[in-house]
């Protein structure tokens, strides 16, 4: 059973570009969801991650928006950049789980220059 | 700087062979966790510790065990390789809190033949 579901698997995006890639989750009970970045040949690391009590964050070029009710949320990365080419799972978890963590399948982004 | 490291990088077995994976961290974090990671599947949680002498069972932990006899090291044994098996491995560590952020060491690729 797939408690975060991930969309799409693949994103060819042009430099410049915006890329969104979407997840949505089962369990109302996750209250923590971050974004992992993962390069070929190396373990995933921490992008950005957002709490379910604000419907929107940004770092830099990386935006999450978070819809509870919905139980959906999704990564946007603006003026994408041929150094973003990588693979990018969202996941979930609760707080009190101590950051074990579910999750989505993965989506392959590729930024053509 | 801390870190944590796996090992080996690559592993070669035949089945039936036990295997054992090693992850050590240097970060003094009570979490630690075993996800394998298979195209189509994300990273899939195989087993996970809250601190010395706990372990608990994840996603897929079936023909798979952990011992955590210190803080840093948690290996992850195959009791009996099965080609079922063949997959990249990542060992994670965090701090207690559960909206912290997760750390991965570089992976194991092991294939079973």
């Not at chain 1, 698997?9 to 969801?33: H, M, P, R």
């Not at chain 1, 690391?45 to 999704?74: H, M, W």
């Not at chain 2, 080996?8 to 966790?33: D, S, Y």
């Not at chain 2, 809190?97 to 033949?113: C, N």
Request: charged letters at 20%; glycine letters at 8%; proline letters at 4%.
């Amino acid at each position: 059973q797939q408690q975060v579901k991930q969309s799409p698997q693949s994103l060819i995006v042009q430099k410049g570009g915006i890329s969104i890639i979407n997840c949505a989750y089962e369990n109302t009970a996750f209250d923590y969801f971050p974004w992992y970045q993962q390069f070929p040949g190396k373990g995933p690391a921490l992008l950005i991650a957002i709490r379910p009590d604000v419907s929107e964050k940004k770092e830099g070029r990386f935006t999450i928006s978070f819809n509870k009710s919905a139980k959906q949320f999704s990564l946007h990365i603006m003026d994408s950049q041929p150094g973003d080419s990588a693979t990018y799972f969202c996941a979930a978890s609760r707080e009190t789980s101590g950051s074990r963590l579910t999750f989505g399948e993965g989506t392959q982004l590729t930024v053509n220059p | 700087d801390a870190e944590i490291t796996q090992s080996p990088r690559h592993k070669i077995t035949e089945t039936g062979r036990q295997v054992t994976l090693a992850c050590h961290q240097t970060w003094n974090h009570n979490n630690m966790f075993w996800y394998r990671q298979d195209l189509g599947h994300g990273l899939r949680l195989i087993h996970y510790s809250y601190g010395v002498h706990d372990t608990n069972k994840g996603e897929v932990s079936d023909g798979y065990s952990v011992s955590r006899s210190n803080t840093e090291d948690l290996p992850l044994t195959l009791e009996s390789a099965a080609s079922s098996q063949t997959s990249v491995y990542f060992c994670a560590s965090s701090g207690a809190k559960g909206d912290t952020e997760a750390f991965f060491g570089q992976g194991t690729r092991l294939t079973v033949v």
